[in-house]
T-cell receptor
Framework: SQQGEEDPQALSIQEGENATMNCSYK?????LQWYRQNSGRGLVHLIL?????REKHSGRLRVTLDTSKKSSSLLITASRAADTASYFC???????????FGTGTRLQVFP | GAGVSQSPSNKVTEKGKDVELRCDPI?????LYWYRQSLGQGLEFLIY????????KSGLPSDRFSAERTGGSVSTLTIQRTQQEDSAVYLC?????????????FGPGTRLTVT
């Protein structure tokens, strides 16, 4: 079953604008990770946030986690054309040994 | 250092033929995962290996799919009697341990097309 659902499915913005993507999940989690995928190939890990954390930063990325609402958001500030990619959230759900990936948000940043 | 590699990068096969997809994980990573991604979709978990433990095959869609991991390193995903619905990108990932707290490192994938 799908654990994570990203919203929106697709997002188009201009360079310099901020991009916000949301992820909702169904069961309790221990941690949530965000990944990026270029051109339908391998995914690259961006950031991990634990269930006892509310916010985490990494460069232009800011991730928040609200366990009461079972949701997370990924904010990319001052976007660049090179940020164009698909972004996936992944949670451990009720399993302790594998991640369940969401459906992804396709981000297009126009120069 | 070397990342996760997969071969071939692209595979076109006729319906009914068998195919083998290979994954070379990062050296020292004990956990190895296979995923399938259909066009424009999310990742579908297929199978997971952790050390010498029995693999978690709960995601394999049918008995035509099998995988093995030799010597705790290289893994091969085999699809027998391929069907058109098997067309997808097959992604392999490895991590230091079989624990979702560790990030997964992905290979570039194998794009399988069944004609």
């Amino acid at each position: 079953s799908q654990q994570g659902e990203e919203d929106p499915q697709a997002l188009s913005i201009q360079e310099g604008e901020n991009a916000t993507m949301n992820c909702s999940y169904k069961t309790s989690i221990n941690n949530l990770q965000w990944y990026r995928q270029n051109s339908g190939r391998g995914l690259v890990h961006l950031i991990l946030i634990r269930s006892n954390e509310r916010e985490k930063h990494s460069g232009r990325l800011r991730v928040t986690l609200d366990t009461s609402k079972k949701s997370s958001s990924l904010l990319i500030t001052a976007s660049r054309a090179a940020d164009t990619a698909s972004y996936f959230c992944a949670t451990d759900g009720d399993s302790t040994d594998k991640l369940i990936f969401g459906t992804g948000t396709r981000l297009q940043v126009f120069p | 250092g070397a990342g996760v590699s997969q071969s071939p990068s692209n595979k076109v096969t006729e319906k009914g033929k068998d195919v083998e997809l290979r994954c070379d994980p990062i050296s020292g990573h004990t956990a190895l995962y296979w995923y399938r991604q259909s066009l424009g979709q999310g990742l579908e978990f297929l199978i997971y290996f952790q050390g010498n433990s029995a693999p978690d095959k709960s995601g394999l869609p049918s008995d035509r799919f099998s995988a093995e991991r030799t010597g705790g390193s290289v893994s091969t995903l085999t699809i027998q009697r391929t069907q058109q619905e098997d067309s997808a990108v097959y992604l392999c990932a490895s991590s230091l341990a079989g624990d979702p707290r560790f990030e997964q490192y992905f290979g570039p994938g194998t794009r399988l097309t069944v004609t």
